[in-house]
Nanobody, 125 residues
Framework: QVQLVESGGGLVQAGGSLRLSCAAS????????IGWFRQAPGKEREGIACVSGSGSSTKYADSVKGRFTISRDNAKTTVYLQMNNLKPEDTAVYYC??????????????????WGQGTQVTVSS
């Protein structure tokens, strides 16, 4: 079992940057993919980025591709989401989640079994 805690959210102006962290505990961390999801008010939770257990491959949703970068440091059991050129539509609660796979086929909630509590990101215009 993996336990996850997100941090790094906050208020930022449009065009700014934030880096989210997902600190994990659990013996299987280094062999499981970690994904980032977000949920805006009134909307469904969407997967936006994922990094494989080894860190060698990544996936991104089209909405964040080219602006967000996911990475992991297995020695620190932490996954990061660097978010650049933020837009007001990026405002949401951001969650990290652990998959039971080295890299899931898709960025859907069903592929991820352990979730953090979320961190709020607000982008002002």
């Amino acid at each position: 079992q993996v336990q996850l805690v997100e941090s790094g959210g906050g208020l930022v102006q449009a065009g700014g940057s934030l880096r989210l962290s997902c600190a994990a505990s659990g013996s299987i961390f280094s062999i499981t993919a970690i994904g980032w999801f977000r949920q805006a008010p009134g909307k469904e939770r969407e997967g936006i980025a994922c990094v494989s257990g080894s860190g060698s491959s990544t996936k991104y949703a089209d909405s964040v591709k080219g602006r967000f970068t996911i990475s992991r440091d297995n020695a620190k059991t932490t996954v990061y989401l660097q978010m650049n050129n933020l837009k007001p539509e990026d405002t949401a609660v951001y969650y990290c989640a652990a998959s039971g796979w080295e890299m899931p086929d898709s960025l859907t909630m069903a592929a991820f079994g352990a979730w953090g509590q979320g961190t709020q990101v607000t982008v002002s215009s």
